[in-house]
């Protein structure tokens, strides 16, 4: 058997309060700040337009000069 020892009031005392100032310090503690995520990547896709291409104008054709007449 163990031989039985008395516990001093003084120690009592002492460790009640630690424990009492322990959990105090626990739930009187400021809520830790939420954990800083890093944005998301941001996705783009470039969209090409159609490209058409121009109709082709037909080409004036040219005006043939007047023939100039001297007089006589």
Do not use: D, N, W, Y
């Amino acid at each position: 058997m163990l031989p039985c020892s008395r516990i001093s009031p003084a120690a009592l005392t002492g460790v009640t309060l630690a424990h009492i100032g322990l959990l105090a310090m626990l739930f009187l503690a400021p809520e830790p700040p939420e954990p800083i995520t890093p944005p998301r990547p941001l996705t783009v896709s470039l969209i090409e337009p159609e490209v058409t291409e121009p109709e082709l104008q037909p080409e004036p054709k040219p005006v043939p000069p007047k023939p100039v007449i001297k007089p006589l």
